[in-house]
């Protein structure tokens, strides 16, 4: 992925935390994080902050436990 392709809020965090889907290869979501997970919310869209939420609240159910990964 090219840097112009990554979403500003990643490319400033370098790290993202990523729940992939139980039944879908390759399908998920992804937000910015810290090195450590942790989301800031207030820097979300209300549609992400909302998608954050959902999954957090369907992990075992929809979505796998989630990963940081460097992006």
Do not use: I
Not at 31 to 37: E, S, V
């Amino acid at each position: 992925m090219t840097s112009a392709a990554v979403p500003a809020a990643f490319a400033l965090s370098g790290f993202e935390l990523r729940f992939d889907s139980m039944f879908t290869e390759g399908r998920g979501l992804s937000f910015p994080c810290d090195a450590k997970g942790q989301v800031d919310l207030d820097t979300l869209s209300e549609r992400a902050r909302c998608n954050y939420l959902y999954a957090r609240a369907v992990v075992g159910r929809e979505f796998l436990t989630p990963a940081v990964r460097r992006c």
